[in-house]
């Protein structure tokens, strides 16, 4: 015997080989997955599909059990209309960006744009509504040290009194406020935690006028809010940081 285990086959290169027919298969397991959505692609002015399918374009349908008992889900989702929402292009051109023929902060325009999530609410690891209001969860409280929003007045962009915060919602998850409950006068709507500045005295929210608060997206139950109604209210406070002024919407320079 010579000692030679492998005769002359050479285990470095067969490693590379092994190497490389593994990363090909990942690189095209990977371009079939990430098109479950928003492919085949379309023309920007004729609509007509520009890219049919074939092996890298077209993944097999996969359904994904959902915890708690909400059911399954499809991806790639089949039949699924386009929304319908309220814009035009600005100029026929290819590229050109669309604008808002309706009410800019709710027709999912440019940052007013929102995402067709679940009609159920976020849930923590326990099955139960990730997010309500504390009036609900006597377990959760304002630090002693920070200033309590409730009472307070809030105030919008144009500086006008826009209503009073009767409510926090908080997140059982992450212990953290996300809304504030805004009586407006005429019924109660929820504001970004995010987008609203607490000072000793009041409550700034400078992303939309104290007018637009009556417009905010209503919740279908009172103590409990959806992720597409999350997706809703965000969206319409962050469509204020370009539309709910005509100055935000020209250039800087």
């Known amino acids: 015997m010579n000692g030679n285990i492998v005769g002359t086959i050479d285990g470095a290169e067969l490693a590379l080989y092994a190497f ?3 990363f090909l298969i990942l690189l095209f397991y990977l371009r079939r997955e990430d098109r479950r959505e928003g492919y085949p692609l ?7 599909v520009e890219t049919p399918g074939g092996p890298m374009h077209t993944a097999s349908t996969k359904t994904f059990r959902l915890p708690h008992g909400r059911g399954t889900v499809t991806a790639p989702t089949k039949g699924r209309e386009p929304a319908d929402i309220a814009a035009k292009k600005f100029d026929p051109a290819g590229g050109s960006p669309y604008v808002p023929t309706g009410n800019p902060l709710a027709d ?3 940052p007013a744009a929102y995402a067709e999530r679940d009609r159920l609410p976020d849930i923590d690891a326990h099955g139960r ?5 504390m009036s609900s969860d006597g377990h959760m409280a304002v630090a002693a040290r920070d200033t309590d929003p409730r009472g307070l007045p809030v105030y919008g962009a144009d500086g006008k009194k826009a209503g009073t915060v009767s409510d926090l919602w908080v997140d059982r998850a992450e212990h953290v406020i996300r809304y504030l409950a805004v009586d407006t ?5 929820l504001a970004p935690m995010a987008m609203a500045l607490v000072r000793r005295d ?9 007018s637009d ?3 905010v997206p209503k919740l279908a139950a009172a103590a409990e809010i959806t992720r597409y109604e999350e997706e809703r209210v965000v969206a319409y406070f962050g469509g204020g940081y370009l539309y709910a002024n005509s100055g935000r919407q020209e250039p800087l320079l």
């Open 20 to 22: 490389t027919l593994f």
């Open 42 to 48: 379309e023309d920007e002015l004729t609509g007509m």
């Open 108 to 110: 999912g325009i440019g």
């Open 129 to 133: 509504p990730r997010i309500v209001p």
């Open 185 to 189: 006068g005429t019924g109660t709507v």
């Open 202 to 210: 009041h409550v700034s929210i400078d992303a939309i006028n104290a």
């Open 213 to 215: 608060f009556a417009g």
